[in-house]
Every structure is written in C-alpha cells, then in structure tokens.
C-alpha cells in the first residue's frame, strides 16, 4: 500500500491506495467547535440527521434507498465539535455514491417537515439518555475536568430538550456553512483513481467558500481530587469514569511513555493489563476494567479514564482495590517483564491493524487530524515501542496523580453513596 499526503484551498488530508484495490473507504472530518452550549449542541443533535433527511432530487427515503441499493454506507457524526462523514462502498459503485455525497453537501434539504420529525425523534433520545448510566458517568466525569465552552463538555438533556424546540432551518443552514468553511481533514482508502475522484468532489464542495479559522474555546481545569455520584435507580450496577486531566499534547516527551504505562495499567479491551487481571480474574468484582488516554490531541492536552462498573454492593471493594493498583503502578512502576510483553502485545496490535484497509485509514486520520506528516507518523508508532522502562516508570509517577482522582459514579447509589464518598 502507497501512502500519500495532499492539500488544497479548505482542506488536508491522505490516501492509502492499491492499485487492485476493490473496495472504497474514506474519512472526511470538519472541526465545527467555537464554543460550546446548549444551543450549539442541541442544533449538532439535528443536524446529522438533517443532513441524511434529503438532498437535491431525494426526498429522505429516497436518498437512503439510493445509497443503500448500491450496498453503500454514508454515515453522519459529531463527537467533541468535530463533524465526520464516513462513506464506505465498492469501488464499482463509488462514482454513484460520491455523486450522493456531493448532493448531501451542496443540495441538503432542511425541509421543515423533516425537522418537526427529527426534533421529536431526538427529544426521545434525550430522555432515554437519562437513563444511560454509562454515559453520564463518561458525561459528569468529562465536565468536572474542562469548562463550560470546552468541546468536551455536555449540556444536560433537560436544557438540550429546550434548546432543541426553538430550532429552525435557518440555525441548520447557519451550521452548513461553517461545514463548508472550515478545513476539512480527508483520509482515503482505495486505487488511485478513487484517490483523484474524491479530490475532485472536494473541491467542488469547497467551490467559492471563504475559509474560516476561528479557533476554538480549549479550557482545561486543575487536577482535583473530587467524587461525582449520579443516581440512576433503575440499573442494576454503578458505572464509574476514574482518572484526571493529562497537561500534556501529542508531542510531549512524557506522552508516549505514559500510553505504554496505562496500556500495562489497564490495556483498553483486552484482557492483559493488571486491573483486568486483579480486579476481575483474581477478585471477580467486575467482567470489564480499561484505561486509556482521551482528546489528547496536536495542540489540545486531554485526560485518562479507568472505566469499569460494580454492582452496588461490591463497589466500595472494587473502588478500593482499582486505587490500590493505581497507586501501586504509580509507587513502583512496571516491572521488566511486563515492559518485555506489552513490546510484543502493542507490536502486534500495530501489525494487525496494518493489515485492515479500514482500520488503516483510521490510524492515517487520527495522525492527519495532528498534523502529522507520513514520515512523523511511522517515527512516532515506532516510538511508542522504544521506549524505555525508565521512561515509563517516570512519566507514570510524574502523571498518574493517585492523589488527584477524579471519580464519577453514575446508577443505583443511593446505599452506598456515603461510603463511596468516604474512600
């Protein structure tokens, strides 16, 4: 596979191509974050749904049996301020459905009928959200650590609910616009020719456009140590974001060793990081337990989260026995036969994500979305398995902070709130 960086008048981005490739993938984001608040949140909500309800010609039918005839997909996003269009396809069938897009950008409907549905449709999500325990433990945990404007933060559904009545086409089409102007970050999977085509659609998207580079609001509060507990009655367990803030971006030297050092903590979905092994295999106080760093980005410094659950009668226990570990990684660090075995687990963990087109892009797109050249990107994979166990042991110690948790419980806490609060 060819890895290939371009750039032109509104946009960036990258291919991965092969000439007999046959199947057609590719990532377009648009970082539509200012400032966050209800209202901005609350249009985001309409918003992707509006853009999939109608485009020129289609009614919203229409458009999607048009897409999904050709075995195609076209999938609308907005996490953190950011809006992501993903297309996947054939590469027999790409020109129809690129011509769908097209249409999508330059032809979207906003009908006012499609908007009465799409309110309702998302005032209903909004109040099942309520109910989602995971996400408000995510949600609270998230808001104790950046302010109000930040994109990381989020409103409560109650003032989303309202904000979203007052929505009207106008705001919808007040959003496109800084869709179309502000730098799109594109990374393409296909053959050569899927490459050229997608560049050529781009631009006519971006036709005329005054580009705008507004930078966004970025407020990161100090590491705190401060419990945040959530009552949702109707679930069976408490769900639980434990971490804190990380002051460090993608190219702070700590950075990488600190990843690795989490991965040992607490390897995201896999089965071989400490608190796996203790607070699951060896004390069956939960099924799953990963840590990761978050919205650590080029030029935006981010957090880690530990996520896990416990039914209420076991959380304290299992509270009590994820800060042991933490601490203990954080005191004496990792041994070397740990730093031995996650240099063979993260290797291979690159390799196989090699080897998906899909997944390659994805791994392209987060690297173009922080500037980053194709030199600096294989440079910075390949750091991630030199690094050395003194570096780990001491970007933990410096930015662990056992001392400065932040906990975030969100479920049926009501009998055992008080001693939740005590650890």
């Known amino acids: 596979m060819q890895y290939n960086t371009f750039s032109g008048e509104g946009y960036k981005g990258g291919s991965i191509t092969k000439a007999s490739e046959k199947t057609f993938y590719c990532i377009i984001t648009v970082d539509i974050h200012t400032e966050q608040s209800a209202y901005s949140s609350a249009v985001e909500h309409i918003y ?18 048009a897409v999904n005839i050709l075995g195609a997909s076209i999938g609308v996003s907005i996490d953190n301020g950011r809006l992501t269009f993903t297309i996947r396809c054939l590469d027999e069938v790409r020109t129809k459905v690129l011509t769908l897009f097209k249409a999508m950008i330059l032809e979207p409907a906003f009908l006012p009928s499609e908007l009465t549905r799409i309110k309702t449709q998302t005032i209903n999500e909004l109040l099942e959200h309520k109910e989602d325990a995971k996400a408000f433990a995510q949600e609270n945990f998230e808001n104790a650590l950046y302010g109000s404007k930040d994109r990381r933060f989020t409103p409560s559904p109650d003032s989303l609910v309202k904000e979203i009545q007052s929505i ?15 730098i799109w970050t594109v990374a393409i999977g296909g ?37 945040i507990l959530h009552n949702i009655p109707s679930k069976q367990n408490i769900e639980f974001a434990i971490g804190t803030t990380v002051p460090m971006t993608l190219h702070h030297p700590d950075y990488l060793p600190f990843v690795f050092g989490l991965s040992v903590l607490g390897k995201w979905g896999g089965f071989t990081g400490r608190l796996m092994s203790t607070v699951r295999e060896k004390e069956g106080l939960t099924y799953g337990i990963y840590a990761k760093t978050e919205s650590v980005e080029g030029t935006e410094q981010g957090h880690y989260r530990i996520m896990t659950f416990f039914a209420p009668e076991k959380s304290v226990q299992g509270l009590t026995s994820t800060l042991c570990e933490i601490r203990k990684i954080h005191k004496s660090g990792i041994t070397q036969a740990e730093y031995e075995r996650f240099q063979t687990i993260l290797k291979t963990q690159q390799t196989l994500l090699a080897d998906s087109l899909t997944q390659s892009i994805h791994t392209f797109h987060g690297y173009l979305m922080a500037d980053f050249s194709i030199d600096e990107m294989h440079a910075y994979q390949n750091r991630l398995l030199t690094v050395t166990k003194k570096e780990i042991n001491s970007a933990l110690k410096a930015h662990l902070h056992p001392d400065k948790l932040l906990i975030s419980g969100a479920g049926p806490i009501q009998k055992v709130k008080k001693d939740i609060l005590a650890l």
């Open 168 to 182: 009207t086409t106008k705001d919808l089409k007040q959003l496109h616009t800084r869709t179309r102007n502000r």
């Open 48 to 65: 992707t749904d509006a853009l999939l309800s109608g485009a020129g010609k289609h009614t919203r039918s229409a458009f999607i049996d």
């Open 191 to 227: 053959n050569q020719t899927a490459a050229k085509q997608v560049l050529t659609v781009i631009n006519a998207c971006k036709k005329g456009i005054e580009q705008d580079h507004t930078a966004g609001v970025h407020t990161q509060k100090l590491a705190q140590k401060k419990t």
